[in-house]
């Protein structure tokens, strides 16, 4: 039985309380006891217990929250909770010029930056309709900066998803190959991550010097590197029987939650929008879109390696097209009037830059100080512009009032949907393989709260 206490009642006088009267208001201790005398529920119910999974827990790729429901270590119902990593950077961006929104949106999906950039930027190119304006070999900078990041974010998702069922070799190897592709973003972008590298008309800088040299050496390392994490774990027992049909979700499910990407091809669907809506040129490249038809968290694995594979073949491709040319459109009322370089400190900007500026004319000058502190004007009107990220189709829905600012943009992040399929995923499975299929979404929170 439980030990009565007696407790006094907020605002009690200390008097009251030294004096020993307790008030009415009691408390009930429960004392510790022996299991077997646990009485057994009612004939024809049975104990549920309901728990939360995140938002701090490392297999929730995350801050993601999940409630599941348990009957013993079954999971009988799964619900996720997001909004832990809003940032409000879709609201931020109203307060922005078209070209300072770059610096925001690249840190949504912080696996995948090159291509919140790109979708930003193709939005604008389309609202300015400049689109075809675009010079050919900044559209190439962009596709290599792309598959270079589909390639790091795929690492991430095979690495920390083999760490979260114990194979932590898969981890190592993940992130030593992901070291790669950081490098080659170091060496073109300046930065490791969110480089803010993609601009509307084309990309901040033209590749470095010897930097064909660089990534051709690049894929080469990585092509061999890959095959010490396939020849781990393709057909290895232990992590076929981890995977295989854990999260299953059909075609129909697919298209009934709008899911797509991996995910998606996973179900036999070779939809990939960078053949069925080419953008950056995509259309005069060479490659396949790897499917399965498992449907399950096996599959998904699968096609993540082949599409890294899929994509050291894009950017070879890529860097045999590259001619001398631009990377900014001509535009002069869009584009800043010459082009960027730094001083010898390594840091503002050179002399040449200097003085290209303020040579010209004292009209040139305050042009280039209007348009870098306000910002061009964008024409009235509405676009959707959608590109296939890592975890699928990404989409951004932009407005424009005709200022120097956005009037509304809207993401459509892919892993915001991908989460809806958690609980037809999870539900009727035991609570171990929850992790396995959430890892199998590769959900980055950063993009689902924005």
Same mark, same amino acid.
């Given at each position: 039985?439980?030990?009565?206490?007696?407790?006094?009642?907020?605002?009690?006088?200390?008097?009251?309380?030294?004096?020993?009267?307790?008030?009415?208001?009691?408390?009930?201790?429960?004392?510790?006891?022996?299991?077997?005398?646990?009485?057994?529920?009612?004939?024809?119910?049975?104990?549920?217990?309901?728990?939360?999974?995140?938002?701090?827990?490392?297999?929730?790729?995350?801050?993601?929250?999940?409630?599941?429901?348990?009957?013993?270590?079954?999971?009988?119902?799964?619900?996720?909770?997001?909004?832990?990593?809003?940032?409000?950077?879709?609201?931020?961006?109203?307060?922005?010029?078209?070209?300072?929104?770059?610096?925001?949106?690249?840190?949504?999906?912080?696996?995948?930056?090159?291509?919140?950039?790109?979708?930003?930027?193709?939005?604008?190119?389309?609202?300015?309709?400049?689109?075809?304006?675009?010079?050919?070999?900044?559209?190439?900078?962009?596709?290599?900066?792309?598959?270079?990041?589909?390639i790091t974010s795929h690492l991430v998702a095979l690495a920390t998803g083999g760490m979260e069922v114990g194979a932590l070799t898969a981890m190592t190897f993940g992130f030593r190959e992901r070291e790669i592709g950081l490098d080659m973003n170091e060496l073109i972008t300046g930065l490791r991550m969110n480089p803010a590298y993609v601009r509307p008309g084309g990309v901040a800088e033209d590749l470095p010097e010897n930097a064909k040299e660089d990534i051709l050496a690049a894929v080469k390392l990585l092509r061999h590197r890959f095959k010490d994490l396939a020849d781990l774990l393709i057909g290895n027992s232990i992590w076929v029987n981890r995977l295989k049909d854990v999260g299953y979700l059909n075609l129909t499910g697919c298209m009934q939650? /709008?899911?797509? $990407?991996? &995910?998606?091809? +996973?179900? %036999?669907?070779?939809?990939?929008? !960078?053949?069925?809506?080419?953008?950056?040129?995509?259309?005069?490249?060479?490659?396949?879109?790897?499917?399965?038809?498992?449907?399950?968290?096996?599959?998904?694995?699968?096609?993540?390696?082949?599409?890294?594979?899929?994509?050291?073949?894009?950017?070879?491709?890529?860097?045999?097209?590259?001619?001398?040319?631009?990377?900014?459109?001509?535009?002069?009322?869009?584009?800043?009037?010459?082009?960027?370089?730094?001083?010898?400190?390594?840091?503002?900007?050179?002399?040449?830059?200097?003085?290209?500026?303020?040579?010209?004319?004292?009209?040139?000058?305050?042009?280039?100080?209007?348009?870098?502190?306000?910002?061009?004007?964008?024409?009235?009107?509405?676009?959707?512009?959608?590109?296939?990220?890592?975890? /699928?189709?990404? $989409?951004? &829905?932009?407005? +424009?009032? %005709?200022?120097?600012?956005?009037? !509304?943009?809207?993401?459509?992040?892919?892993?915001?949907?991908?989460?809806?399929?958690?609980?037809?995923?999870?539900?009727?499975?035991?609570?171990?393989?929850?992790?396995?299929?959430?890892?199998?979404?590769?959900?980055?929170?950063?993009?689902?709260?924005?």
């Amino acid at each position: 039985m439980p030990e009565e206490q007696v407790i006094f009642e907020p605002g009690v006088a200390e008097s009251e309380v030294e004096s020993g009267e307790p008030s009415e208001t009691k408390q009930y201790t429960v004392t510790g006891g022996d299991w077997d005398t646990v009485l057994p529920a009612p004939e024809g119910e049975t104990e549920r217990l309901v728990v939360n999974m995140g938002p701090q827990h490392p297999s929730t790729h995350g801050v993601l929250r999940l409630i599941l429901e348990l009957e013993g270590e079954t999971v009988t119902e799964a619900r996720a909770g997001i909004g832990f990593l809003h940032t409000g950077i879709e609201k931020n961006l109203e307060f922005r010029n078209w070209v300072q929104g770059v610096t925001f949106v690249t840190r949504m999906d912080y696996l995948s930056p090159l291509f919140n950039e790109t979708a930003y930027c193709l939005a604008v190119e389309k609202l300015l309709g400049i689109t075809d304006d675009i010079p050919e070999r900044a559209s190439i900078i962009r596709v290599i900066m792309m598959e270079f990041t589909r390639i790091t974010s795929h690492l991430v998702a095979l690495a920390t998803g083999g760490m979260e069922v114990g194979a932590l070799t898969a981890m190592t190897f993940g992130f030593r190959e992901r070291e790669i592709g950081l490098d080659m973003n170091e060496l073109i972008t300046g930065l490791r991550m969110n480089p803010a590298y993609v601009r509307p008309g084309g990309v901040a800088e033209d590749l470095p010097e010897n930097a064909k040299e660089d990534i051709l050496a690049a894929v080469k390392l990585l092509r061999h590197r890959f095959k010490d994490l396939a020849d781990l774990l393709i057909g290895n027992s232990i992590w076929v029987n981890r995977l295989k049909d854990v999260g299953y979700l059909n075609l129909t499910g697919c298209m009934q939650l /709008g899911l797509t $990407g991996p &995910v998606l091809r +996973s179900t %036999g669907l070779p939809h990939d929008l !960078r053949k069925a809506e080419p953008y950056c040129g995509y259309e005069n490249y060479d490659f396949d879109i790897p499917t399965q038809t498992t449907c399950d968290s096996y599959g998904r694995f699968l096609i993540r390696v082949d599409e890294m594979y899929e994509s050291l073949r894009i950017i070879e491709q890529a860097v045999d097209r590259l001619e001398p040319g631009p990377v900014m459109v001509a535009d002069a009322k869009i584009a800043w009037p010459s082009k960027l370089s730094i001083g010898p400190d390594g840091q503002g900007n050179s002399l040449d830059h200097i003085k290209e500026i303020m040579g010209d004319s004292m009209e040139a000058l305050i042009h280039h100080f209007k348009l870098v502190t306000e910002g061009f004007k964008v024409p009235p009107g509405q676009v959707y512009q959608a590109i296939e990220g890592p975890r /699928g189709e990404l $989409g951004v &829905v932009m407005v +424009s009032d %005709g200022g120097t600012r956005p009037y !509304r943009v809207h993401f459509r992040d892919p892993a915001f949907n991908n989460l809806q399929a958690i609980p037809v995923m999870c539900e009727g499975g035991m609570v171990s393989d929850v992790v396995v299929a959430v890892a199998s979404l590769d959900p980055v929170l950063g993009g689902v709260d924005r």
